[in-house]
């Protein structure tokens, strides 16, 4: 039983190494570990859940997963979609947040919200709703540089 | 009725809501007012697909004769289908659409939490997730019922005609048979700022018509389906 649970654990340490080195397909910045989309490994199959219900690169996601774990000789895993609890930015990784920022994609601290470029606070936001689901257009007014900002939610 | 026809029912209400709308707001991609409107109606269209595919999931689910949510989206007739009439009503100008997302996502915000707060595991959770959506659908769409209440003469009488023509569907989203009547007096709550801080009246009481719950819809209902539909009738094998 012991050794079944060490098993399990350095099976999900390695699936979380794995995926870590898998890119989002939208924001390449991010793994999909540090996006918080992969939730946990159990019973045989790795958890995962949608950012937003209708976002396109789901589909991409799940692909590039199941290829990164053929890639390491893990077929017999599953794939497994959670709804539950739903995700929010909050499950994007501390790394992740920093990652964005050195992007250029403003990350969604409800704190300060800062040009990612010239780091001013003095922006507006052009609209609420960008270039993927997750993001929204600002711009600063200070830089002038328009930039995307990685939505709360 | 059983627990599982009940529950489909319920999904397949809710999905498809999502779906008609979701197809609706996808034909203003690429020809919207101004490039961020188009981003905007193109997310909340993938928004609504994104429900729309779940509930309808669950809905297969439920009936159990094997059909997925792509089986029941584009593999069922207009009879068959239980949106509501709103959100079928075509686009019009910007003004007309604005006043339909303004009614329907006041409304489904508070749809929404009622289900997620609901015991059926399988809604309410795709529910709590689409609350959080729909939380910025409404958002845009009371923003812009603002600005084109106070913009210029054009626009404020575009949007007053916009909300004239929808407000007769609302009704049928408050339908006793359904057992949404009590998040009425909530979404009056919720609107009536909107209205004071647009300047704009609201519209007129006027006899309420439905009839989309029991598969009766208005004609704008078949053409919309002969477009979404064709491409997976007319090639059955086709794949994603």
């Known amino acids: 039983m012991v050794s079944a649970e060490r098993a399990g654990a350095s099976l999900s340490e390695r699936v979380f190494e794995i995926l870590s080195r898998v890119p989002d397909p939208e924001i390449p910045c991010l793994s999909v570990v540090d996006l918080g989309i992969v939730r946990e ?8 859940t949608p950012t937003y219900t209708g976002c396109p690169a789901t589909i991409a996601i799940e692909k590039s997963i199941r290829a990164a774990l053929d890639a390491e000789g893990l077929s017999s895993l599953r794939i497994e979609t959670a709804l539950s609890p739903p995700w929010t930015t909050d499950w994007i990784s501390v790394e992740g947040m920093e990652k964005l920022k050195a992007y250029g994609i403003a990350p969604p601290l409800r704190a300060a919200l800062a040009c990612p470029r010239c780091g001013s606070t003095n922006v507006e936001e052009i609209s ?8 929204a257009l600002h711009r600063c007014l200070d830089c002038r540089e328009p930039f995307d900002r990685f939505k709360c939610h | 009725m059983t627990d599982k026809a009940e529950l489909f029912a319920h999904a397949i209400r809710l999905g498809d809501d999502a779906l008609i709308l979701g197809q609706r707001l996808s034909e203003w991609c690429g020809h919207a007012p101004m490039l961020e409107i188009d981003l905007a109606l193109s997310n909340i269209s993938l928004d609504l ?5 779940q509930f309808l999931r669950v809905a297969g689910e439920a009936e159990g004769l094997g059909r997925d949510a792509d089986d029941l989206a584009f593999r069922r007739d207009a009879l068959d289908f239980r949106n509501c009439l709103l959100v079928e009503q075509p686009n019009g100008d910007f003004g007309q659409t604005i006043a339909r997302q303004f009614l329907f996502s006041n409304w489904q915000l508070l749809l929404l939490r009622e289900v997620g707060a609901a015991p059926s595991p399988e809604l309410s959770q795709i529910a709590r997730k689409a609350e959080k959506e729909v939380a910025y659908h409404c958002r845009f769409a009371n923003e812009w019922i603002v600005r084109l209440g106070e913009g ?3 626009s404020r009488a575009r949007t007053i ?9 609302v009704d049928e989203l408050f339908d006793p048979d359904v057992g949404a009547a009590s998040l009425r007096p909530q979404w009056e709550a919720q609107i009536s700022p909107v209205f004071s801080e647009a300047g704009l009246d609201r519209p007129k009481p006027r006899r309420g018509t439905k009839g989309g719950r029991v598969g009766h819809h208005s004609e704008h209902l078949g053409h919309l389906l002969a477009e979404m539909q064709f491409l997976p009738r007319a090639y059955p094998d086709a794949t994603w």
């Open chain 1, 41 to 48: 490994v159990k019973n045989g199959a790795v958890v995962i």
């Open chain 1, 128 to 135: 609420r709703f960008g270039s993927t689901p997750c993001k």
């Open chain 2, 49 to 53: 697909f994104g429900q729309a595919s």
């Open chain 2, 152 to 154: 210029t003469a054009e």
């Open chain 2, 161 to 169: 005609a916009g909300l004239d023509w929808m407000w007769r569907f």
